[in-house]
């Protein structure tokens, strides 16, 4: 097998995303192969005790330690989100939760932004806790409570770069000036960036996370994640929690994903270039208490999105004035756009928070985080955005 070469210089993403670690078999095929192997044969006896005293870099020996298909996914996601390496995960959550448990122990104290993903939430609030981890919450737009929370004993901070569902944004450099002023780690979950508008590594983030399932894969089919950071903290920390704990992605989903890859960029440019189209036609109308597009210059951190971003993102929320039933009439009246609580997909997907992704959280959480019962989220897809746009309006023209 012909191997990938780490030391060769960086292009641009669009071609990293193309052709970056890319491995190729000896029968020289086109498009990267699908290993769907769990383990790997050795010639002799002294080959196999050799690969356990210490793998190279394309030695394996299970696919729970590694495999070809998802080291290609892996060095060609690292090579285009300028990382040093990455570990591909099982899902989004496996990410998240390796990216944390491999660096905390009993004792150490972590900060993290309050509007989180649920399952994130659950992590810091009920599992990290049960270990004897501190976690303290800040608002995350508000960096004075940052400054406040980080402690010398800082191991860690968390926060999703964009946050669910009400995309308010996280300023990574100024946080990761704080945290490493403390000479704390900053993670950060950057689904709602994507890897095609972000520059999260370069602003100063040591790990970034990826749920894969959402714009990677981009056609709804598989799970899967990334963790991104330098080499040895990914080599030395997080491959050995995740390869004995068993979070590794399938050598399938990993083939998904480094193929999704592939495209990822014009379609997160087509489908931001949607958002923005859709949130600017809806704006204003009178059925609307807002709509929420960090593309429009109405978001309060519009010049924070161009400036760490360059561009809105492929979500947009729109708070209904008629609370719930107006948002459930206007989900059922939708002909184009489907009700789920994905995201990232080619097909435009709206879904009520308060009822389903954020049912779980108290009312009073929920109106603290701006989720209110008039709140709906989309996440643009790759139809023609005139179609939506005009199902948007025909939705809202009874409201
Ligand atoms: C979806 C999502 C996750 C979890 O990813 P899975 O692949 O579903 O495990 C984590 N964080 C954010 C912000 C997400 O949108």
Same mark, same amino acid.
């Given at each position: 097998?012909?191997?990938?070469?780490?030391?060769?210089?960086?292009?641009?993403?669009?071609?990293?995303?193309?052709?970056?670690?890319?491995?190729?078999?000896?029968?020289?095929?086109?498009?990267?192969?699908?290993?769907?192997?769990?383990?790997?044969?050795?010639?002799?006896?002294?080959?196999?005790?050799?690969?356990?005293?210490?793998?190279?870099?394309?030695?394996?020996?299970?696919?729970?330690?590694?495999?070809?298909?998802?080291?290609?996914?892996?060095?060609?996601?690292?090579?285009?989100?300028?990382?040093?390496?990455?570990?591909?995960?099982?899902?989004?959550?496996?990410?998240?939760?390796?990216?944390?448990?491999?660096?905390?122990?009993?004792?150490?104290?972590?900060?993290?932004?309050?509007?989180?993903?649920?399952?994130?939430?659950?992590?810091?609030?009920?599992?990290?806790?049960?270990?004897?981890?501190?976690?303290?919450?800040?608002?995350?737009?508000?960096?004075?409570?940052?400054?406040?929370?980080?402690?010398?004993?800082?191991?860690?901070?968390?926060?999703?770069?964009?946050?669910?569902?009400?995309?308010?944004? %996280?300023?990574?450099?100024? /946080?990761?000036?704080? =945290?490493?002023? &403390? +000479? $704390?780690?900053? *993670? !950060?979950?950057? %689904?709602?960036?994507?890897? /095609?508008?972000?520059? =999260?590594?370069? &602003? +100063? $983030?040591?790990? *970034? !996370?990826?749920?894969?399932?959402?714009?990677?894969?981009?056609?709804?089919?598989?799970?899967? +994640?990334?963790?991104?950071?330098?080499?040895?903290?990914?080599?030395?920390?997080?491959?050995?929690?995740?390869?004995?704990? +068993?979070?590794?992605?399938?050598?399938?989903?990993?083939?998904?994903?480094?193929?999704?890859?592939?495209?990822?960029?014009?379609?997160?440019?087509?489908?931001?270039?949607?958002?923005?189209?859709?949130?600017?036609?809806?704006?204003?109308?009178?059925?609307?208490?807002?709509?929420?597009?960090?593309?429009?210059?109405?978001?309060?951190?519009?010049?924070?999105?161009?400036?760490?971003?360059?561009?809105?993102?492929?979500?947009?929320?729109?708070?209904?004035?008629?609370?719930?039933?107006?948002?459930?009439?206007?989900?059922?009246?939708?002909?184009?756009?489907?009700?789920?609580?994905?995201?990232?997909?080619?097909?435009?997907?709206?879904?009520?928070?308060?009822?389903?992704?954020?049912?779980?959280?108290?009312?009073?959480?929920?109106?603290?985080?701006?989720?209110?019962?008039?709140?709906?989220?989309?996440?643009?897809?790759?139809?023609?955005?005139?179609?939506?746009?005009?199902?948007?309006?025909?939705?809202?023209?009874?409201?």
């Amino acid at each position: 097998m012909s191997k990938h070469d780490a030391t060769a210089p960086r292009l641009d993403k669009r071609t990293e995303a193309v052709h970056g670690g890319t491995r190729r078999s000896k029968y020289g095929e086109v498009s990267e192969a699908l290993f769907l192997t769990q383990g790997f044969v050795y010639d002799t006896a002294e080959a196999a005790e050799a690969r356990f005293i210490g793998a190279g870099p394309d030695e394996f020996i299970y696919a729970r330690y590694g495999n070809p298909t998802v080291a290609m996914f892996e060095d060609r996601i690292a090579r285009l989100e300028g990382a040093g390496d990455a570990f591909a995960t099982a899902s989004g959550m496996a990410a998240v939760n390796g990216a944390l448990v491999s660096m905390l122990r009993a004792g150490d104290h972590v900060v993290s932004a309050r509007a989180l993903f649920g399952s994130c939430l659950y992590i810091l609030e009920e599992v990290l806790t049960r270990y004897g981890v501190e976690v303290t919450f800040v608002d995350g737009a508000d960096l004075g409570q940052w400054r406040e929370a980080i402690r010398p004993d800082t191991k860690a901070v968390f926060f999703e770069s964009m946050s669910n569902p009400v995309l308010e944004l %996280v300023d990574i450099e100024a /946080v990761a000036r704080l =945290a490493h002023a &403390q +000479g $704390a780690l900053v *993670v !950060v979950d950057n %689904v709602f960036s994507t890897p /095609v508008w972000s520059r =999260a590594i370069e &602003q +100063g $983030a040591d790990l *970034v !996370v990826y749920s894969a399932t959402k714009h990677i894969d981009g056609q709804g089919r598989c799970l899967g +994640g990334v963790i991104l950071g330098t080499r040895d903290h990914i080599r030395g920390v997080v491959e050995p929690y995740m390869k004995h704990t +068993g979070g590794s992605i399938s050598p399938f989903n990993a083939w998904v994903m480094l193929k999704g890859l592939e495209t990822l960029d014009l379609r997160v440019r087509a489908q931001t270039t949607c958002a923005k189209a859709i949130a600017e036609a809806l704006e204003g109308h009178s059925a609307l208490a807002r709509v929420i597009h960090p593309g429009l210059p109405s978001h309060p951190q519009h010049d924070l999105a161009m400036r760490q971003l360059g561009a809105g993102g492929t979500m947009l929320a729109l708070d209904l004035k008629g609370g719930k039933e107006a948002a459930f009439a206007f989900l059922n009246s939708l002909q184009i756009a489907v009700i789920s609580n994905n995201l990232g997909d080619a097909k435009t997907i709206v879904t009520h928070p308060a009822t389903t992704t954020h049912q779980r959280l108290e009312p009073e959480v929920r109106a603290a985080l701006g989720i209110g019962d008039g709140v709906v989220r989309i996440s643009a897809g790759l139809e023609a955005p005139d179609d939506l746009i005009a199902d948007f309006l025909q939705a809202l023209e009874p409201l």
